[in-house]
């Protein structure tokens, strides 16, 4: 199915087999390489096909090849483990809605701050907390979804 841009291309211009167009996209997929959403965008009058053959350039060829996909596969197979069950760390579990009380959330920023040796009241200090320190906490749920939530 046409978009909703090149039909009304179709109406306002009538091109007919043969003319030469210049069509605009939102970039290429990732394995056929062709363009995402392709809409035809002005009929180029001004170009004959001989102009369009000269300045042709090849597609660059992949730089890993069918051998390095290959290779690729055979490394991502043999290194992903295939029916091990990983358990979770036995850690505090906190109940739901347990992080929507603020003072909670203030008490555990105090606590690390502590244990990591820095001032909590000075911003600049939690620049150098990671989100690693925090996870190893396991709360990260306090950092990417709504406190509410977890």
């Known amino acids: 199915m046409?978009?909703?841009?090149?039909?009304?291309?179709?109406?306002?211009?009538?091109?007919?087999?043969?003319d030469i167009v210049s069509f605009k996209h939102a970039g290429f997929l990732f394995l056929t390489k062709k363009p995402k959403q392709p809409a035809i965008y002005r009929l180029r009058s001004d170009l004959t096909w001989e102009d369009v053959v000269?300045?042709?350039?090849d597609p660059k060829e992949r730089k890993i090849g069918?051998?390095?996909?290959?290779?690729?596969?055979?490394?991502?197979?043999l290194t992903t483990p295939i029916g091990v069950r990983v358990r979770r760390k036995a850690g505090r579990a906190y109940r739901k809605g347990y992080w929507a009380d603020i003072e909670k959330r203030k008490i555990f920023?105090?606590?690390?701050?502590?244990?990591l040796g820095f001032d909590p009241n000075i911003a600049?200090?939690?620049?150098?907390?990671?989100?690693?320190?925090i996870q190893a906490k396991e709360v990260g749920c306090i950092l990417f979804r709504h406190p509410k939530n977890c």
């Open 109 to 115: 920023l105090q606590e690390l701050a502590a244990e």
């Open 54 to 57: 000269a300045s042709w350039k």
């Open 66 to 77: 069918i051998v390095g996909q290959f290779i690729l596969f055979i490394f991502m197979l």
């Open 2 to 18: 046409a978009s909703a841009a090149t039909v009304q291309f179709g109406r306002k211009w009538k091109p007919a087999p043969g």
């Open 124 to 133: 600049d200090n939690w620049s150098q907390v990671t989100h690693r320190q």
